[in-house]
């Protein structure tokens, strides 16, 4: 069995969670979400039994798996946005900070004393053909579920995944894209397993972005809890018209991911086979086309640039 290469020392940091906190303000207000539940009141973290509820997902908008500083800081702003949020991690307490210092009280979090991979493969059999999963990150902990149980990874109604660069370059090697590069063996292990991918690459989310005129015209003037998240999240400096890191445009890699989610009209797909150059060397992580006979995904090339940018930032009227 392959073993799983993840990697993060010495990788540029402003590529860690760019866009991950801006994801869930396209699930909120959500006209599609069904009605949904409060938290099970007698979870108790750590004590055996009190979590079970946890376990159903459609109780909630947005859960989260772990993730470590980046998944606490997604999940605490996805709650902070008023949507019902459930957090898993491992062990008494989170244990971490988020990137911006804020500490994560037990409201957000539910313990579980499992793997990533064990409870991703019991929500697959619980739910069979019920649920979307979306994955923002290197897919180490869905490979590790697939090699788990890969006949039951196969329930997912679908896997939408904000990763590769097919037919553009990458951006953390002229090659790869951040989360593919993380772990190649991981995303080569997805993309050959028979679960029904969506990928969201590079080719797609370069097509939308954040620039000044659209901060100016659309995130500044509402001036409410939400157009500040937006403004700090993306470091945006109006004085200047730049945001973090001096950059002139914001890449929306994670929300444009969840927003072919909601509507899947906002992209163009085409079906593609694909391999994950895998092998330590100079294309490490690269996503390629291949001829017919491997493994295929449904793949997002063409983006609605102006109805998504729309999508997005409707989220800050609500």
Not at 144 to 166: C, D, F, T, Y
Not at 172 to 197: C, K, W
Request: proline share 8%; hydrophobic share 40%; aromatic share 8%.
């Amino acid at each position: 069995m392959p073993r799983l290469r993840h990697r993060i020392a010495g990788l540029p940091r402003q590529l860690v969670g760019d866009s991950v906190a801006a994801a869930p303000l396209l699930r909120r207000h959500d006209p599609t979400a069904g009605p949904l539940r409060r938290p099970d009141p007698q979870h108790r973290p750590g004590v055996p039994g009190t979590g079970e509820r946890e376990l159903r997902m459609k109780d909630y908008d947005v859960v989260v798996v772990g993730a470590g500083p980046g998944g606490s800081y997604a999940a605490k702003t996805a709650a902070e946005l008023g949507l019902k949020t459930v957090f898993f991690e491992r062990g008494s307490a989170p244990g971490v900070k988020n990137s911006s210092g804020c500490g994560l009280g037990t409201r957000w979090w539910r313990d579980f004393p499992g793997s990533a991979d064990e409870l991703l493969t019991r929500f697959a059999s619980r739910h069979r053909g019920e649920i979307t999963l979306i994955a923002l990150g290197p897919l180490t902990n869905l490979a590790l579920a697939w090699q788990r149980n890969p006949e039951v990874m196969k329930e997912w109604r679908e896997v939408v995944i904000m990763g590769g660069a097919v037919r553009t370059g990458g951006n953390v090697t002229p090659h790869a894209e951040f989360n593919f590069y993380v772990d190649p063996q991981a995303a080569r292990i997805v993309l050959e397993s028979g679960m029904p991918v969506t990928l969201v690459p590079l080719d797609a989310t370069h097509q939308v972005s954040l620039t000044p005129g659209w901060m100016e015209e659309r995130v500044l003037p509402p001036r409410n809890p939400l157009s500040r998240f937006l403004i700090e999240s993306t470091g945006y400096d109006p004085a200047v018209g730049r945001f973090r890191g001096g950059r002139k445009e914001f890449f929306l890699h994670d929300p444009l991911a969840v927003g072919a989610v909601i509507n899947p009209a906002l992209v163009k797909k085409e079906d593609l086979y694909l391999e994950v150059v895998a092998d330590g060397g100079e294309y490490d992580g690269q996503s390629r086309e291949v001829s017919p006979g491997g493994p295929k995904a449904e793949v997002c090339l063409g983006v609605d640039r102006a109805g998504f940018l729309d999508l997005f930032l409707s989220r800050l009227e609500g």
